[in-house]
């Protein structure tokens, strides 16, 4: 126990026959029960976690019998420590990339009660840059800026994560059936936290990478798949949030900007014909141009303010 507080740490796993072992050898002391999904693995995942729970009394083992993705294998441990009434809840990966080190940092704004859900960010060390690499160092930077306007926590980043830690309150109020079932899954969950007014915080972590793990995310894959899931979950959460539990002016604010953007996308085609075909654009369809861009800006950027003024209490 830490804190007074059960804990269990849900570790999904997909062809770890080789990291998996580290995970459990290096888990703490504190941690009540590693709960270990292998989402139908194709190598000997199952065997050596089945061999381990012989020595290791804590390890719970629960096999997919088909492959769910690692959101779905974190949703069946979440569901698995929601039904056997524990406090908190902790993610960590089955190929070692998360240093147990940092576990009581991830555990103890979640135990203090302070918030409901803290994660883990990368980006606070000043030696990420030089220990991710590159492409996912942009890549995650780039999704950490959309998920905050689709979350709206602002003040989160390194939204990718994994390790993060969640209280039996929040685990009681989600639908884990519903939570998007691959890499997206981090995204997911924080904007369903955003609609229950879960407060949620970032805890600085060291990156961990070259341990022998075998990235499984495509990038040519989720570079698409993550913005379009964001881009659903922002008008999700529009209308969840603001509509119909709340309503809220932003909403109207972001309705006017997104119709002046598609008239400064009109007026813009507009004038690229015009000075193609006449050589010169009249002035009025420049200014139209014009105003119709600086108000679509205008209200985009007020209808953000207003989000960020009402999720302030959320830190």
């Known amino acids: ?3 007074g507080k059960q804990v269990s740490v849900v570790v999904p796993a ?3 026959e080789t990291q998996i072992k580290m995970v459990t050898d290096t888990m703490p ?3 009540d029960y590693i709960v270990i999904i292998n989402d139908k693995s194709k190598d000997r995942t199952q065997q050596v976690v089945e061999e381990e729970a012989k020595k290791n009394d804590k390890i719970i083992l629960i096999n997919h019998e088909v492959n769910q993705g690692v959101g779905g294998a974190i949703a069946t441990g979440y569901i698995w420590s929601r039904d056997n009434n524990i406090d908190i809840a902790v993610v960590m990966a089955g190929d070692a990339q998360m240093d147990p080190n940092d576990l009581p940092n991830i555990l103890d704004p979640v135990a203090d009660g302070e918030v409901d859900y803290s994660k883990g ?4 060390t000043g030696e990420a840059y030089q220990k991710i690499p590159k492409v996912r160092y942009f890549g995650n930077s780039v999704l950490s800026l959309l998920t905050k306007i689709a979350s709206g926590y602002w003040h989160v980043a390194d939204s990718q994560t994994g390790y993060t830690a969640i209280s039996h309150k929040a685990l ?3 639908d884990w059936n519903n939570m998007y079932k691959r890499y997206g899954q981090p995204n997911d969950l924080l904007v369903k936290l955003n609609i229950y007014d879960f407060k949620v915080r970032d805890v ?7 341990v022998g793990e075998k990235s499984g995310i495509k990038i040519r894959k989720v570079i698409f798949t993550i ?4 881009t659903k979950l922002f008008f999700y959460r529009m209308k969840e949030k603001y509509v119909i539990r709340n309503f809220h002016p932003l909403v109207l604010f972001y309705t006017m900007g997104f119709i002046f953007f598609l008239l400064t996308l009109f007026f813009f085609i507009r004038l690229i014909v015009l000075w193609y075909s006449n050589g010169f654009v009249p002035e009025i369809t420049a200014l139209t141009t014009m105003f119709s861009f600086m108000s679509a800006s205008m209200f985009t950027l007020f ?6 003024e009402s999720n302030k209490d959320l830190k």
């Open 1 to 3: 126990m830490y804190k």
């Open 14 to 16: 997909y062809n770890e």
């Open 29 to 31: 002391s504190i941690v």
């Open 121 to 124: 960010n990368r980006l606070f």
């Open 172 to 174: 009681s109020t989600i």
């Open 204 to 210: 600085p972590i060291e990156p961990v990478y070259d």
């Open 227 to 230: 913005p379009m899931l964001l």
């Open 303 to 308: 209808a953000m303010w207003f989000d960020m």
